[in-house]
Each structure stands twice: as C-alpha cells, then as structure tokens.
C-alpha cells in the first residue's frame, strides 16, 4: 500500500518570503513517481513536477525548486520569493510501478496563502 | 497537448434526478481513466478506476450502482450519478492516462462542480 502525508494543512506567508511545503510518502515498491500539483481556487488541477524513483537530482524551474530524498522518503517543494498568485492548495502526490494507468495517491493538500 | 475536458463545468439538479458527466482526452487515446470526488478543504479521493471496453473498478465505500461509469472510446468516460442527492454534492474530478506510454503522467480535466438541491 502506498501513502503520501502532507503534515502542514495551511501555511500563511507574506508576499517575498520563501516557503517550503513538505511532502512524506511511503511505498513498497522501489519503482515509483512523485508529483506535486497546484490547485487554485478555480479548482483544476496544474501539474507542477514529476520525479521517479531513480532520478534524487533536485530541480529547479524558476522560483520553484524540489528536493527529492529517498533516504527520508521525502519529495519537498520550496517556492523563492513567493507572489500573491502563488495562493492556492498544493497536493503531493505517489504513484506506484511505472505505468501512469496505475492509482494515483494523493496527500491531504497544503493551503498556501500568500499575503500582499 | 494532452488536454483533457469535463462537461458540464458545473450542473444543479434537484435530489432524485440523474446526472451524466463526460470526460474527453482532446488529443490523445486512454486506455485508462480515473474519476475522483473532492469535497471542500479535502483532498482527492479516487472513486474508480476506468478501462476502455471493460467494467471500472469502484474503490472501496463506492456504491457502483449509483456511480454509473461508461468507458465506451478511447478518448471517452462519462460518470452518472443516479438518483442524486444533497449528499453527493462535489467536485468531480476526471483524469487520463495516455495509452502506449510507460512512464506517462495523467492529466487531468477542470473538474465538474455538481449541486444537488
């Protein structure tokens, strides 16, 4: 069984600061994929990264950046100098084998919030 | 690429009433496509998994019977809620797996905002 824990439901911040969602899962399998999500208030899902389970290079695309860590089972996403419109819920996410037909586990979500 | 759609984006109906969403990949086949029900502040709970040609498979606490789910194409999923009720009140939330690929990611549709009165 697989299983991926957000810890923090809601984190505030003001505008410029950096913030870090963490991401925990747990899997069976050593073949797997992570992905983070956004979700803004209009509701669709906005794929942000995925990551297999071979590949712990960290990543950075802009502002955002993500730090894999198979010894801890964590898959961290960090937002630099974050902007209002970065205001939305974020999910992790596992899927487990290497088939994208496979289930797709999602953590419970952190809300982000972004104050001016 | 690799878009997918909902219709409608948001449907009211009145409690006893059937409802029929539609998933479409726009350009791509899937041979594989989910349906998820998230509740406000919660997070995604998968209902079922659907494969092209063949029954879908329900998680458990899902009643089949009352979400009805049609994978009749490739490019295709509808879910019908039958005899609606306040309870079911949600956002439904489709996703496709491309067919062919190994290691692909799903992509998902916008979501469909349902109210039952």
């Known amino acids: 069984a697989q299983k991926v824990t957000q810890a923090q439901t809601e984190i505030s911040v003001v505008e410029k600061e950096d913030v870090t969602l963490d991401c925990v899962y747990e899997?069976?399998?050593?073949?797997?994929?992570l992905f983070w999500y956004k979700q803004p208030p209009s509701g669709e899902l906005v794929f942000l990264i995925r990551?297999?389970?071979?590949?712990?290079q960290n990543e950075i695309s802009g502002r955002y950046s993500w730090n894999f860590q198979k010894s801890t089972s964590s898959f961290n996403f960090t937002i630099t100098a974050s902007q209002v419109v970065d205001s939305a819920v974020y999910f992790c996410?596992?899927?487990?084998?290497?088939?994208?037909?496979?289930?797709?586990?999602f953590g419970g979500g952190t809300r982000l919030m972004v104050k001016p | 690429g690799a878009v997918v759609s909902q219709h409608p984006s948001w449907v009211i109906c009145k409690s006893g009433t059937s409802v029929k969403i539609e998933c479409r990949s726009l350009?791509?086949?899937?041979?594989?496509m989910f349906w998820y029900r998230q509740f406000p502040k919660q997070s995604l709970m998968l209902m079922a998994t659907?494969?092209?040609?063949?029954?879908?498979?329900?998680e458990q606490g899902v009643e089949k019977d009352k979400f009805l789910i049609n994978h009749a194409s490739l490019t295709l999923s509808t879910l019908t809620v039958t005899s609606a009720h306040p309870e079911d009140s949600s956002f439904y939330i489709c996703?496709?797996?491309?067919?062919?690929?190994?290691?692909?990611?799903?992509?998902f549709g916008p979501g469909t905002r349902l109210t039952v009165l």
């Open positions: 350009d791509f086949q899937a041979t594989t």
């Open positions: 899997t069976r399998d050593t073949t797997y994929y």
């Open positions: 996410a596992l899927i487990q084998g290497q088939n994208a037909g496979n289930m797709l586990t």
């Open positions: 990551r297999n389970s071979f590949d712990e």
């Open positions: 996703s496709a797996a491309r067919t062919g690929t190994v290691t692909d990611t799903q992509y």
């Open positions: 659907s494969n092209e040609g063949s029954k879908a498979t329900y």
